[in-house]
């Protein structure tokens, strides 16, 4: 079992950039593969990138492709959504989420609300002039 807490949210204009933490407690970190996921205010949760356990595979939903970049540190147990050129689009709460898949066995589920086994509380992003 892995414990999630995000982190590193906030408010922020239109066209500037803020890095989410994931930081991950109680099991192999590198044994699951993590993903970013975000909600707006009357909308269902939706996917925003995804990666393997050992950071081989990088999956990115339309939204965040070309300004979002996924990374990971598995000897600080800590993921990380890097967001650039921010939108009032990209307001809501980002979720971290957690796995405990193979690349393969991630690589067809990786979107999926229902692919992900631990969820984070949430932190709020906020885009706004």
């Known amino acids: 079992q892995v414990q999630l807490v995000e982190s590193g949210g906030g408010s922020v204009q239109p066209g500037g950039s803020l890095t989410l933490s994931c930081a991950a407690s109680?099991?192999?970190?590198?044994?699951?593969?993590m993903g970013w996921f975000r909600q707006a205010p009357g909308k269902t949760r939706e996917f925003v990138a995804g990666?393997?356990?050992?950071?081989?595979?990088?999956y990115y939903a339309d939204v965040g492709k070309g300004r979002f970049g996924i990374s990971r540190d598995n000897g600080k147990n800590t993921l990380f959504l890097q967001m650039n050129s921010l939108k009032p689009e990209d307001t809501g709460v980002y979720y971290c989420?957690?796995?405990?898949?193979?690349?393969?066995?991630?690589?067809?589920?990786?979107?999926?609300?229902?692919?992900?086994?631990?969820w984070g509380q949430g932190t709020q992003v906020t885009v706004s002039s």
């Open positions: 990666i393997s356990g050992g950071g081989v595979g990088v």
């Open positions: 989420a957690a796995v405990r898949k193979t690349l393969v066995e991630y690589r067809g589920t990786y979107s999926a609300t229902d692919g992900y086994s631990y």
């Open positions: 109680g099991d192999t970190f590198s044994s699951y593969a």
